[in-house]
């Protein structure tokens, strides 16, 4: 009898298959970096998470350095989901730089480069563009993606203050 409960409760333990509970759920992230230029081109990264949780770390020229922790709240990563759906941004290319010269199109010199990582729906998407490209609808939509981001995070008044 004891047999054949164990085996029922094996089973049933198998059957139901194995789901990660929450808490071993990565959260939903965006990241966003700005490197250096030649001249003052303020450098930092920011990660805000599904929560709205944003943590900014301002590098050199930018008006904060160090780290910087904001509840945003979770309408602004609602906000950045819908940009990331608006931009098509998984189906950008990798490397919208010059050294890829179909998705850069023109190109001017000593521009910084973004680097946008976005981890949505357990999938990553990581995107490297140079500010310096132009003319191409890839272009258009990584550089109206970033402005939405930058507006949306908050990230000119943290890397160049309130000009």
């Known amino acids: 009898m004891r ?15 194995y789901r990660p509970t929450p808490e071993e759920t990565p959260p939903e992230t965006l990241s966003y970096s700005s490197g250096a230029c030649y ?3 303020p450098q930092f990264h920011a990660v805000i998470d599904e929560f709205g949780e944003l943590v900014y770390s301002g590098g050199e020229d930018s008006a904060t350095e160090g780290v910087n922790h904001r509840d945003l709240g979770k309408p602004a990563f609602d906000q950045v989901r819908a940009a ?31 680097e946008i990582s976005a981890f949505v729906d357990q999938q990553l998407t990581k995107v490297t563009y140079y500010t310096g490209c ?20 908050g990230l000119d008044e943290l890397s160049r203050g309130s000009q």
Do not use: W
């Open 39 to 41: 001249g003052a081109c």
């Open 134 to 153: 132009n003319g191409t609808p890839e272009v258009e939509r990584v550089k109206t993606l970033a402005e939405t981001l930058r507006q949306t995070l």
């Open 3 to 17: 047999l054949g409960i164990c085996a029922v409760l094996v089973l049933l333990l198998t059957a139901c298959g």
């Open 84 to 114: 990331l759906v608006q931009a098509q941004f998984s189906s950008l290319p990798a490397a919208i730089t010059p050294a890829n010269p179909a998705a850069c199109g023109h190109y001017r010199t000593d521009a910084p480069t973004v």
